[in-house]
């Protein structure tokens, strides 16, 4: 972010305003300890902050210090318009494009307030006054860290705002394991933890908190894993009728890709799960090294995401999805046998 721009967003929030924070659509730790992380910080400022979120997240996230006054936009949608609409700041955190918010998209388009854009996903769209866009950065927690530290204010961290913060962090670096994690991330850890953030209990609540069922879940979905070595690829199915019986809750899905790619010689893996409701198969894709799964995700699953991280969707069955996914890996043969 351009010094200039710092010192204007200083100079904006010098006085009282109206602000609204935005995360994507299902949002997860980084989305929901972003947002949270910079609510508490903004009402240090003695601003107006409301964090609304396009829909219900997981259980595991509802501890985090704030989760009682986030407002969804699916249940609460009146409210939350009002809220956007008369709102002079809006930040919009972890994604890159409006349609990311599912129907936040319209009310956000047709906002004339400003707009603050704090992202590390790639090709952000051109919506925002002040963009701190950055693709290098872990997540944007971290990023809400250095944002805090460049208005000079990180003496106003504390134990909400550390704890916050570290969650997102923590998600989304596969706990301080990704590329993404720098030696940076780890000072900055090492601020949080220093600030109040309580690392052990912190990983408790996200990790430790698993159901019975949740857990069978992941029995469902190793058993259904499938590896195809020549691809240096594997790929775990889940249908709606195998997360019906395991009674799904929001985020029992949440990182059972990461045991694909965990096979000895996977550098791309992939879930499919179905979504009768929604009509799609949601597609969750994973890389190790240099092979995009944003790129691939772009070109064949209508997403996108991170080099080693990307999400996107199919309106084919089940398993005319996993053939497609198995018919595009010839083409990226080379790329998958070079890592
Ligand atoms: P997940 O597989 O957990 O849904 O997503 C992996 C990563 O890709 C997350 O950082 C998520 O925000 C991002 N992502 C998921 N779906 C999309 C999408 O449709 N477009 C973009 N640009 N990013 C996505
Ligand atoms: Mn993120």
Redesign the pocket.
């Known amino acids: 972010m351009k010094k200039e721009d710092i010192t204007s967003i200083k100079q904006l929030l010098s006085t009282k305003k109206k602000i609204v924070i935005v995360p994507?659509k299902?949002p997860?730790g980084?989305a929901i300890g972003s947002s949270l992380g910079l609510y508490h910080y903004l009402l240090k400022g003695n601003h107006q902050v409301h964090v609304l979120v396009p829909n219900d997240y997981p259980a595991f996230l509802k501890w985090i210090p704030g989760n009682d006054t986030i407002l969804k936009h699916d249940s609460q949608t009146k409210a939350c318009n009002t809220l956007v609409k008369d709102a002079d700041v809006i930040f919009t955190l972890?994604?890159?494009?409006f349609h990311?918010t599912g129907n936040m998209e319209t009310v956000l388009t047709e906002s004339s307030a400003l707009k603050i854009m704090i992202d590390h996903?790639?090709?952000p769209d051109d919506y925002a006054t002040y963009m701190f866009s950055d693709v290098s950065m872990s997540s944007t927690c971290e990023m809400v860290y250095h944002f805090i530290d460049m208005l000079g204010d990180s003496n106003l961290i504390d134990t909400d705002v550390a704890t916050c913060l570290y969650v997102g962090i923590m998600t989304?670096t596969g706990s301080f394991r990704f590329r993404s994690t720098t030696s940076t991330t780890h000072q900055i850890i090492a601020k949080l933890i220093e600030k109040g953030a309580d690392n052990t209990e912190i990983h408790n609540n996200i990790y430790d908190t698993n159901s019975y069922e949740r857990l069978q879940l992941l029995g469902c979905a190793l058993t259904n894993l499938r590896a195809l070595p020549e691809s240096r690829a594997a790929y775990i199915t889940l249908s709606q009728a195998e997360l019906q019986k395991h009674n799904y809750k929001k985020g029992d899905t949440?990182g059972i890709?990461n045991y694909a790619l965990s096979l000895d010689g996977i550098v791309l893996a992939a879930i499919f799960i179905e979504d009768k409701k929604e009509g799609i198969i949601?597609?969750?894709?994973?890389s190790k090294g240099d092979f995009s799964v944003?790129e691939m995700?772009r070109a064949h699953f209508?997403?996108?995401?991170?080099t080693n991280?990307?999400?996107?969707?199919s309106y084919l069955s089940l398993n005319k999805t996993v053939e497609k996914f198995i018919s595009i890996l010839p083409s990226y043969n080379k790329a998958l046998n070079n890592e």
């Open positions: 994507h299902n997860d980084d972890d994604f890159n494009a990311r996903h790639q090709a989304d949440e890709v949601k597609i969750s894709l994973r944003n995700s209508q997403g996108g995401g991170h991280a990307a999400g996107g969707k």
